[in-house]
């Protein structure tokens, strides 16, 4: 579920230029400008003479300058397109990636990449966001050098990444003061569109018990468990008892929250036999919650208050609205991985490919506390649940 779009390839910087061209390229200033439609057929040509393969098509640059929810920012001199830096902003959170950085050849070693760099941090702030990532070629040695200076650290290895099957190293650089580290959290994606609540409750079970099974089987057991069976079409999600139990069942200690302990998303179905087998799973639920002892208390959760059960050690899978993130509005599970005076952050086990995405734009993605309020919310009755777990027990089977 990983594309293979280069984000950063920048080959070894060319022999210096002698004095009069040196003197020359420096009395034309570089000019750094935001990208428009009359700029695509330049970067075509930039990206065909930079990169051997994963190229952005002319397609994608005028996608991204007509609907993408993205920053692109050229460098030129006298008019000549020299380089050019993308951001991609993901929903309303506060993450943002550096999709690609691309330099041409004669502009090497002019600090060219360096300013676009600077421009592309400056934009992720102006959209409020808070930390900026990337993936660069593991092989790529002056990029790699060029994002340590700028004061990015590694935080993944991906193997197997491009098309030549070389490895990328993921790296990320916090922008603002109040970012903090999240909890070490293993990241599961999603691997079907309806398997969300599993994926999000298999890392939370992950961090608190590495043990715990993180393979696909796994995941399509948990959905099996816990589904409503159907939703707005297709599969069944799953709502906050069936996944509660489904953990429980696997010894872990846990707390649910939930606004409404009736049958979650019957507005998402409009056949009314339909709703009637989700009255029917739910009502089952809830009677397996309450003869197991699990509590279950008729509120939501504010993000402050998810804060504070993240800071005592516990790990919550939260309902959210996509809307806010994706711009559609469905019923999505993350799972809360760390908090700071400002932010929560979240893994996300969806991965959009489609519109470009990889698990950089959904591993502890910083949401302010303001905005994951209102995006914690589902549907016209504004749904909150969560499902806080907060340790583990030993089962029945375990060896005491």
Not at 37 to 60: G, K, Q, W, Y
Not at 286 to 296: C, D, R, Y
Request: hydrophobic share 45%; net charge negative.
């Amino acid at each position: 579920m990983i594309s293979e779009s280069v984000l950063t390839s920048l080959s070894p910087v060319p022999a210096p230029a002698s004095a009069p061209e040196a003197a020359a390229e420096s009395a034309a200033a570089l000019v750094v400008r935001p990208a428009t439609l009359a700029d695509v057929d330049a970067l075509v040509a930039l990206e065909n003479r930079c990169f051997d393969s994963d190229r952005l098509s002319r397609r994608s640059f005028h996608h991204l300058l007509t609907r993408g929810h993205a920053a692109l920012s050229l460098a030129e001199r006298d008019g000549r397109l020299l380089g050019y830096a993308l951001v991609l902003f993901h929903g309303q959170t506060a993450l943002a990636r550096l999709y690609s950085l691309a330099v041409a050849q004669e502009a090497r070693g002019q600090g060219v990449a360096r300013r676009l760099l600077t421009v592309a941090e400056a934009d992720a702030l102006a959209e409020g966001c808070a930390v900026l990532r990337l993936e660069v070629r593991a092989d790529n040695a002056p990029a790699i050098a060029l994002y340590r200076d700028a004061g990015y650290r590694r935080f993944a290895v991906v193997p197997d990444y491009y098309e030549d099957h070389e490895p990328a190293e993921r790296m990320e650089k916090i922008l603002t003061r109040g970012a903090g580290k999240a909890r070490d959290v293993p990241y599961v994606p999603q691997s079907l569109d309806f398997t969300c609540g599993p994926a999000s409750l298999m890392m939370a079970m992950a961090a608190l018990d590495p043990e715990s099974p993180r393979d696909r089987s796994s995941e399509l057991r948990l959905w099996r468990e816990s589904t409503l069976v159907f939703m707005t079409s297709g599969h069944g999600g799953c709502g906050a008892y069936g996944l509660s139990l489904a953990a429980w069942k696997r010894g872990f200690d846990l707390r649910v929250f939930i606004t409404d302990k009736g049958p979650p998303f019957l507005d998402s179905v409009r056949s009314e036999d339909k709703k009637e087998v989700m009255r029917l799973v739910h009502q089952d639920f809830v009677a397996e919650a309450l003869l197991a002892g699990i509590p279950v208390e008729e509120r939501g959760l504010s993000a402050n208050e998810l804060a504070d059960f993240v800071e005592a050690g516990a790990v919550p899978v939260v309902l959210i609205s996509s809307y806010r993130i994706y711009g559609e509005k469905y019923p999505h599970w993350v799972t809360v991985t760390g908090a700071d005076h400002r932010f929560l952050y979240i893994h996300d086990p969806f991965v959009d490919v489609d519109q470009g995405k990889t698990a950089t734009d959904c591993i502890h993605v910083p949401i302010a506390r303001a905005e994951f309020d209102r995006m914690a919310r589902y549907g016209s009755a504004r749904l909150r649940a969560a499902v806080v777990l907060t340790g583990r027990r030993r089962t029945a089977g375990e060896a005491a």
